[in-house]
């Protein structure tokens, strides 16, 4: 079974904060997608990462970067929080090729005061 | 630039009746994949099914079946005797056919089953 695991599932922080949210697959998958989901906008692109070191920016990248060191990792920093950052982040990867599925893990609920 | 659009911000069904969810899609691009996930209450994402643009016949998946009308852009998903389970928000994606393709997503449709 293929795993994703985010590093916690409710966030709380301040304002100005440098946020980190990390994401580990256990498939040995190429691909990996981050993601935010506000009521009403449907999953919106952050950043994706297609290789160990490679990073592109989604559809929204702004406020937002990412690192991948690792191919298992990939994480998702906030530089400095602010409450229009407020949303549920989900983590996804899978391998290349048009077929495959997104694998999704179970999600992280981000509340910036 | 792709764009998908769901247009049932939520649908109720009968319990053991079937249910169609609308998506329709668009792009230029003649290689793609669409999907549909399920997000229960619980929040993780469920692959539910998928259909290739190239593909002759619509996929089906158990109780579930995706419509594949390419000429009108359509993958609506039929959900067939649903259950009481099948409450969730249900989002459609599409996907071109580069290596490194993003996904894009609906807004999603929530789904209420009524017993």
């Known amino acids: 079974d293929v795993k994703v695991t985010q590093s916690s599932r409710y966030l709380v922080k301040r304002t100005g904060e440098k946020v980190f949210l990390e994401c580990v697959q256990d498939?040995?998958?190429?691909?990996m997608f981050w993601y935010r989901q506000d009521p009403g906008l449907g999953l919106r692109l952050i950043y994706f990462s297609y290789d160990v070191k490679m990073k592109e920016k989604g559809d929204i990248p702004e406020g937002y970067s990412v690192s991948r060191e690792k191919k298992e990792r990939f994480s998702l920093i906030l530089e400095s929080a602010s409450t229009n950052q407020t949303s549920m982040y989900l983590c996804a990867s899978r391998p290349p090729g048009l077929a495959y599925e997104q694998y999704f893990g179970p999600g992280t609920r981000l509340t910036v005061t | 630039a792709q764009k998908i659009t769901q247009t049932q911000p939520g649908m109720f069904v009968q319990e053991k009746e079937a249910v169609t969810l609308d998506c329709t899609y668009d792009?230029?691009?003649?290689?793609?994949?669409l999907f549909w996930y399920k997000q229960p209450s619980s929040g993780e994402m469920i692959f539910l099914i998928y259909q290739g643009s190239y593909d002759q016949q619509n996929a089906t998946e158990g109780r579930y079946s995706l419509n594949f009308q390419k000429a009108r852009k359509s993958a609506n998903l039929v959900i067939s005797a649903s259950q009481l389970g099948d409450s969730a928000m249900y989002f459609c994606?599409?996907?071109?056919?580069?290596?490194?393709?993003?996904?894009?997503f609906g807004d999603g449709t929530t789904l209420t089953v009524k017993p």
């Open positions: 792009t230029s691009d003649p290689s793609y994949g």
């Open positions: 498939m040995d998958h190429e691909n």
């Open positions: 994606a599409m996907r071109i056919n580069t290596n490194a393709g993003k996904s894009t």
